[in-house]
């Protein structure tokens, strides 16, 4: 079987490819010829996610999956959320995004945040949705060199150790996408 991974994100592909039976074959876009940003213009997690899924299925006619993910901070309402990204601006870039975490939650005690990841699945003219969440904290400085984005200030709860101390695999049997991913495989061998 093969499908398609909306993201030419190297970071997500590696974890993907991790958690999916060797049955499948995982594509990118680049794979696919598709080297366009697909826009993420929805106001949710949910909604970006099948925004991607579509523009795939729409445009290139392959079954494939996508995935937004996001991390919510309870003292900032849920930023950085659908935004996290992008959170410091134009061009993404994730220490300004952690930068910007951390000043804004300087005077916060109220440190709990989860990452959620939700993943949509087109395949064979039908849409399902896998959400993935994990509970923790934002430290107040970045610690480990593993991971992208937030890993280096998000520790999960029940842990002493950032996501961006752990291994890719460790982190992938915790992790939001972990979660969602075990969820689209449970169906698929449904």
Known sequence: MQLVFASNNKNKIKEIQLLV????????????????????????????????????????????????????????????????????????????????VLANLKDKTNRKANFKTVICLNLNGEQQLFTGIINGRIIKEKIGTNGFGYD????????????????????????????????LVDFLSS
């Open 21 to 100: 039976p060797s049955h499948i074959e995982v594509l990118s876009l680049e794979d696919i010829g598709c080297l366009e940003d697909i826009p993420e213009t929805a106001n949710t997690i949910e909604e970006n996610a099948i925004l991607k899924a579509n523009y795939v299925t729409e445009k290139f006619g392959y079954n494939c999956f996508a995935d937004d993910s996001g991390l919510e901070i309870d003292a900032l309402n849920g930023e950085p959320g659908v935004y996290s990204a992008r959170y410091a601006g134009e061009p993404k870039d994730d220490n300004k995004n952690i930068e910007k």
């Open 152 to 183: 280096p200030i998000f520790v999960a709860n029940g842990y002493d150790k950032t996501f961006a101390e752990l291994t890719m695999e460790e982190k992938s049997t915790i992790s939001h996408r972990g979660k969602a991913v075990r969820q």
